[in-house]
């Protein structure tokens, strides 16, 4: 199989449409084609760019402007660093639930990921009643090692896990020519 515009192929390392290599089954965070050995290592990047995204918010409290807080650009910055961080790992979430469980219960996995993605929200709410409590920077250097750490746990589990969720080549899906 071969490239024709930005088409994800099944040789492991093609020069991707910005000249590096990819991971077989990536097209990268805008295009996913689908679930390969290689998606844990792309969990662990994605929680590494939401996690040192999150400490530009800890750094924004040591150069405040004249009036004393910290530019708007800081925020910016972060927002725009956490969802690529969630685009390295959101869409590979949903293909690792959608393509590794059963076809029986398929659907009931797509819940559980979005479930697990709302019980993460709540853990968050309840983590920001720790703002009055903690420095700001404490407080955003918290988030940030409770992220890097998530990805640190895959890392460290995911050759173990990654027999159980290969999917047989035929059942991946290819990207259309974009």
């Known amino acids: 199989m071969r490239r024709q515009g930005v088409v994800a192929t099944a040789e492991q390392g093609e020069a991707g449409p910005v000249g590096w290599a990819e991971p077989a089954g990536w097209a990268g965070p805008a295009g996913w084609t689908g679930l390969t050995a290689s998606a844990g290592p792309v969990f662990v990047i994605g929680c590494v760019i939401f996690g040192a995204s999150t400490m530009l918010l800890a750094l924004a409290t040591n150069f405040p402007s004249a009036s004393g807080k910290a530019s708007l650009l ?4 972060f927002h725009m660093g956490s969802n690529i961080g969630w685009l390295y790992f959101s869409p590979i979430t949903s293909a690792l639930y959608s393509r590794a469980a059963p076809k029986s219960v398929n659907a009931t996995m797509m819940g559980v990921n979005y479930l697990s993605v709302f019980l993460g929200s709540v853990i968050s709410g309840r983590l920001g009643g720790l703002y009055e409590k ?13 992220v890097c ?3 640190a746990v895959i ?16 059942q991946v899906p290819r990207a259309a020519v974009a």
């Open 149 to 151: 750490a998530g990805g």
């Open 74 to 77: 800081w925020a910016i910055a």
């Open 155 to 170: 890392l460290l589990i995911g050759t173990r896990l990654r027999p159980l969720l290969n999917v047989p080549e035929q």
């Open 134 to 146: 903690l420095d700001p920077a404490q407080f955003w250097t918290l988030h940030a090692a409770i």
